[in-house]
């Protein structure tokens, strides 16, 4: 069997709060690793899964893309008996050492003081241990490469340097809100950002066929499941919106269409969201990045909306946001060629800086809300990405 230890980094923060978020992540942790044979266990604030060897590879992966844990490692147990913890701080040290770790340090904690040495004495002892059987080991307390964590508990604990969490907050705390998904690089990464501050996220795509190709929409799909791997589950609404986009394109003033065609897409969003009970809609725009984002085009998009819109890539720029997609999985499936919006709706000289209520008379002009009832009333729902289709086998 393999063990694995898990921090709990910002939930630790939540107070009286706590057990909730941490029923959660325990429920979350339940259903990824569900039919992989691997076992959850919960003492003092610390969260165990043991799994059979053949299933680590998988458990691992999960780990990797559990959010609301800050870190987790690989850990040995042992009885809590000095000699055993000294070799099994000499077995982590040998690993540490064949991955080519030159110098280390020991941490030690200790819960239960009638163990016979304190965490000094399990620094020292621990350390010489590891340097006897190791001669080309080095102690270095201030910049060690590798660290040996002892951990004295209900059992003893021995693990090397532990791997990053993906922090945030378990999926599933802060109820669920609407991605606006397109096929582009940004709105999966927003999906993602609010989905690790505990949210769940469904989705989304406003599609233009024939304008479109069906290719475009696979892609919204696939980046659905990308996403819905971290989500426990993504629904994704593909919703028809050629009628709007013909009807905004010959009713509209050119240079106003993507502005119109963002209000559109937000209204029809809240009226689902409304629908499924989202509490938000969720957008991929940041601040400035093309015409219909800037300030005053952003305040026109939203204007005719009430539920709250998120757009937690408003500050960052595009090297963050892509260095996120790569770090998610998203991106090589974003880059794919096959746009979500077709050149054929989008004006050559678009507004830059549009009025809302200026913005406002237009839309009414346009008399949409026929055709937008129409498209929610035909759009298709599918669910993404959970169980992820390896592990469902199918
Ligand atoms: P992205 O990379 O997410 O496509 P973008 O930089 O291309 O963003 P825009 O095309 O202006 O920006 O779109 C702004 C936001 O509007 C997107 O991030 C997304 O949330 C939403 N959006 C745009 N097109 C669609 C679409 N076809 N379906 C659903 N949402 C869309
Ligand atoms: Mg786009």
Not at 24 to 48: C, E, P, Q, Y
Not at 182 to 205: E, L, T
Not at 234 to 254: D, H, N
Not at 275 to 301: D, H, M, P
């Amino acid at each position: 069997m393999a063990l694995y230890l898990l921090k709990l980094g910002e939930l630790t923060l939540k107070g009286g709060n706590r057990a909730e978020f941490e029923g959660v992540l325990k429920r979350n942790l339940t259903a990824m690793i569900r039919g992989s044979g691997a076992r959850i266990a919960s003492t003092d604030g610390r969260f165990f899964v043991s799994c059979p060897r053949e299933a680590e590879a998988r458990t691992e992966q999960v780990l990797d893309r559990l959010l609301g844990i800050a870190g987790w490692a690989k850990t040995r147990s042992c009885e809590k008996k000095p000699e055993a913890v000294l070799a099994a701080c000499v077995a982590e040290g040998k690993r540490l050492y064949e991955e080519g770790s030159r110098s280390f340090k020991i941490e030690a904690r200790r819960t239960d003081k009638a163990f016979p040495l304190d965490s000094y004495g399990i620094r020292c002892e621990g350390g010489n241990a590891v340097l006897d059987a190791l001669p080309g080991f080095r102690v270095d307390v201030h910049e060690p490469q590798s660290v040996i964590n002892v951990e004295i508990r209900e059992k003893a604990y021995i693990y090397g340097t532990s791997h990053e969490g993906r922090k945030g907050l378990p999926v599933g705390t802060a109820g669920r809100g609407l991605l606006l998904l397109s096929g582009g690089i940004d709105s999966p990464v927003a999906g993602y950002m609010m989905a690790s501050r505990g949210m769940g996220i469904d989705g989304v795509y406003f599609h233009a066929y024939p304008y479109t190709s069906e290719e475009a929409r696979q892609k919204a799909l696939r980046l659905a499941e990308i996403l819905g791997a971290y989500t426990l589950g993504t629904r994704l609404y593909t919703v028809g919106f050629t009628p709007v986009q013909v009807r905004i394109k010959e009713g509209a003033p050119q240079p106003w269409a993507t502005v119109l065609l963002r209000m559109a897409m937000m209204e029809c969003a809240e009226k689902l969201a409304r629908r499924i009970r989202a509490k938000c809609l969720i957008s991929g725009e940041s601040l400035s990045q093309v015409a219909s984002q800037t300030i005053e085009n952003i305040s026109c998009t939203e204007s005719r909306v009430c539920l709250p819109v998120l757009r937690p890539l408003i500050g960052m720029d595009k090297d963050q946001i892509i260095k996120t997609a790569r770090n998610i999985g998203t991106y090589e499936t974003s880059i794919l060629p096959y746009e979500d919006c077709c050149v054929l709706f989008s004006p050559l000289h678009p507004v830059l800086r549009g009025n809302p209520a200026e913005a406002g008379a237009l839309y009414e002009q346009l008399q949409l809300d026929g055709l937008i009832e129409d498209a929610l009333c035909g759009g298709i729902m599918e669910k993404c990405g959970f169980p992820a289709r390896e592990e469902s086998g199918g």
